[in-house]
T-cell receptor, first 111, second 112 residues
Framework: GIQVEQSPPDLILQEGANSTLRCNFS?????LQWFHQNPWGQLINLFY???GTKQNGRLSATTVATERYSLLYISSSQTTDSGVYFC?????????????FGTGTRLLVSP | ETGVTQSPTHLIKTRGQQVTLRCSSQ?????VSWYQQALGQGPQFIFQ???????GRGNFPPRFSGLQFPNYSSELNVNALELDDSALYLC???????????FGQGTRLTVV
């Protein structure tokens, strides 16, 4: 199955700073999702982005499927952005939707 | 539109016992998947149910089993609990293959 690598593993930012999180896949993916896991454990959907670029407020994401990576941009970070960010996607050709997650990027935004 | 809901939110069980976790899928979704997330790790796929049948399974032993009901809600059953089963269990629902998955708030299971 596919493997998912996320970088950096940990990130500490001052409030207001910008950041880029990266997700690399070992094989092609036919869909990709970014999640934010809040302190209570719930995975909040950020983007469903098989390819191209999407924006939602201060967050945007770009997936380059042919090069097997996706980027999540956070601009003007706020303390509420703290938490763990995961990317996940299934391998191409699977007969069912099994999401393979990376190990996450742990973000701490300090005031 | 109702989101994915899981119950209970927290649970403490003794080693060797059995546990049942429940999940109500999002309205209009016919596919439910279960994941286990150990502390400090990403979620790991347990299995998926589509129209009341298991149609995919991860690397988990048979003591992890499940059901999906006609209303597409689902149960995860774990028999003979082990200490290593302590984890956050997440349920996700989706409208089918290669569509966006939405997660519930999770059930935090502690085995003592």
């Amino acid at each position: 199955g596919i493997q998912v690598e996320q970088s950096p593993p940990d990130l500490i930012l001052q409030e207001g700073a910008n950041s880029t999180l990266r997700c690399n896949f070992s094989d092609s993916v036919n869909n990709l999702q970014w999640f934010h896991q809040n302190p209570w454990g719930q995975l909040i959907n950020l983007f469903y982005i098989p390819s191209g670029t999407k924006q939602n407020g201060r967050l945007s994401a770009t997936t380059v499927a042919t090069e097997r990576y996706s980027l999540l941009y956070i601009s003007s970070s706020q303390t509420t952005d703290s938490g763990v960010y995961f990317c996940a996607g299934p391998g191409a050709g699977t007969g069912f939707q099994k999401l393979v997650f990376g190990t996450g990027t742990r973000l701490l935004v300090s005031p | 539109e109702t989101g994915v809901t899981q119950s209970p939110t927290h649970l403490i069980k003794t080693r060797g016992q059995q546990v049942t976790l429940r999940c109500s899928s999002q309205s209009g979704h016919n596919t439910v998947s279960w994941y286990q997330q150990a502390l400090g790790q990403g979620p790991q796929f347990i299995f998926q149910y589509y129209r009341e049948e298991e149609n995919g399974r991860g690397n988990f032993p048979p003591r992890f089993s499940g059901l999906q009901f006609p209303n597409y809600s689902s149960e995860l059953n774990v028999n003979a609990l082990e200490l290593d089963d302590s984890a956050l269990y997440l349920c996700a629902s989706s409208g089918g293959r290669n569509t966006e998955a939405f997660f519930g708030q999770g059930t935090r299971l502690t085995v003592v």
